[in-house]
């Protein structure tokens, strides 16, 4: 198994939290590409990218996308997230004119209070329908 087998856009969530759990599934409702692919933080997957970032799993409180081997997190991940979506969402790109320092401080507040205002499962988003073809827990087989 290879890192050449992984899509483009992985989308790296905790899958415990309620707030991230909707954020996934916004992210999804209006992709209608299909350009991005979901792995929960707690995943083998999605252990093994943080790790290879230096980013430890256990201490996630952010969104990440890793994106050609390149990982964005925080506001900047949630912008790139948004410039990728259909119209009009893709405008929320035009926040990223906001130096990412301010971004990020508000971007910090809600992650700590995340699961006090939005709630936490006790294990992760097991997702069906549709969706679940765009969720990855292991690295894809090699062809």
């Not at 209006?30 to 980013?55: N, V, Y």
Request: net charge positive; aromatic share 10%.
């Amino acid at each position: 198994m290879t890192q050449n087998a992984l899509p483009e856009r992985i989308v790296i969530f905790d899958g415990v939290c309620n707030l991230c759990e909707f954020s996934v599934n916004f992210i999804y409702e209006r992709d209608r590409t299909g350009k991005f692919t979901f792995t929960p933080s707690q995943s083998p997957l999605g252990k093994m990218l943080l790790q290879q970032h230096q980013i430890n799993a256990d201490s996630l409180d952010t969104v990440v996308l890793v994106t050609n081997n390149k990982l964005y997190s925080r506001s900047t991940a949630a912008l790139k997230i948004a410039s990728e979506l259909d119209p009009p969402w893709n405008g929320l790109q035009l926040f990223s004119l906001i130096p990412s320092a301010i971004r990020d401080r508000l971007y910090a507040f809600i992650a700590r209070n995340r699961y006090k205002w939005f709630g936490k499962k006790d294990s992760c988003m097991i997702p069906t329908g549709e969706i679940k073809a765009r969720f990855l827990e292991q690295l894809p087989p090699e062809s």
